[in-house]
């Protein structure tokens, strides 16, 4: 697949997607709570998706994938499908969210806290904020996609934390995921040249312990080899000549 410019009229459709994924997360934080399951979660994101955005969620029946939202807990790396088990005061989870709104994809999640955030997990998930942040200020037209992974991947080693290597950020637009692959470790000046009107996801996978990661005989989840926690964050974001906007921004514009 080669890397598509968004006109700005689809820059308009991607910046009403990138929204609608954002509002989700918004909507949903509130429902995180010690007792409630990741099944009940991904039931509310759906019925607010479909009735309320008349939105699609992209995930669902995405190459097999069997829910509306992915819930990655603890050492789930990414990918984690909702279930009945019940989440725990401690439990740190990442939802992902992708809507499809008029043919134009969004794309964003965040970390969760269930009931008291363990320090480390806080850490982590700080770490891994940041990181995904570093990443997306080195964005802009003439940049080039190693700027973005040296900027991720130096950030969180001197933090003492690992990047995972698996899994990447990517172009979306028409297509969840497109050209390019977007690494989030890597050298300065290496790889593609952005371009203006480019969109794309920055979305780095952080371990507390070492960057392997194994996947589940369901598929689909992907946990940390030593069982270390994980953290994600990520962003939908359009390339811009003077740099970059992000295009699923919450509420508190993070
Ligand atoms: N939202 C994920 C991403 O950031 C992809 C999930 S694919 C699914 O690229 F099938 F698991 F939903
Ligand atoms: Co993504
Ligand atoms: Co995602």
């Known amino acids: 697949m080669t890397v598509t410019i968004k006109t700005p009229e689809e820059q308009e459709k991607m910046r009403i997607a990138g929204r609608l994924a954002a509002d989700v997360l918004d909507m949903i934080g509130d429902y995180v709570k ?17 009735g309320v955005q008349n939105a699609v969620p992209a995930p669902l029946k995405y190459r097999g994938f069997p829910k509306s939202i992915c819930t990655s807990v603890n050492h789930v790396v990414c990918h984690g499908i909702p279930g009945d ?15 499809i709104k008029d043919g134009y994809h969004g794309d964003t999640s965040r ?6 955030a363990g320090i480390q997990a806080q850490r982590l998930a700080d770490v891994a904020f940041d990181g995904m942040w570093h990443g997306i200020e080195e964005l802009g037209a003439g940049k080039h996609l190693g700027d973005v992974g040296e900027a991720i ?4 080693e001197k933090n003492r934390f690992s990047v995972v290597r698996e899994y990447c950020g990517h172009g979306i637009g028409r297509a969840f995921h497109e050209d390019p ?5 890597g050298n300065r000046g290496s790889g593609m040249e952005l371009k203006s009107g480019m969109t794309l996801t920055v979305e780095p996978m952080i371990n507390a312990g070492k960057r392997h990661v194994r996947l589940l005989n369901d598929g689909w989840t992907v946990v940390t080899k030593d069982h270390s926690l994980s953290a994600q964050w990520e962003h939908t974001v359009l390339i811009t000549d003077s740099g ?9 514009a993070r």
Do not use: R, W
């Open 85 to 99: 088990k019940k989440l725990k005061s401690g439990d740190a989870m990442n939802i992902d969210i992708t809507v």
């Open 111 to 116: 970390m969760f806290f269930v009931g008291k």
């Open 34 to 50: 010690p007792g409630i399951t990741t099944d009940e979660l991904n039931k509310i994101c759906h019925d607010y998706i479909t």
């Open 181 to 185: 692959q977007v690494l989030h470790y």
């Open 244 to 252: 970059y906007e992000v295009l699923t921004l919450g509420a508190d």
């Open 153 to 156: 991947q130096t950030f969180v």
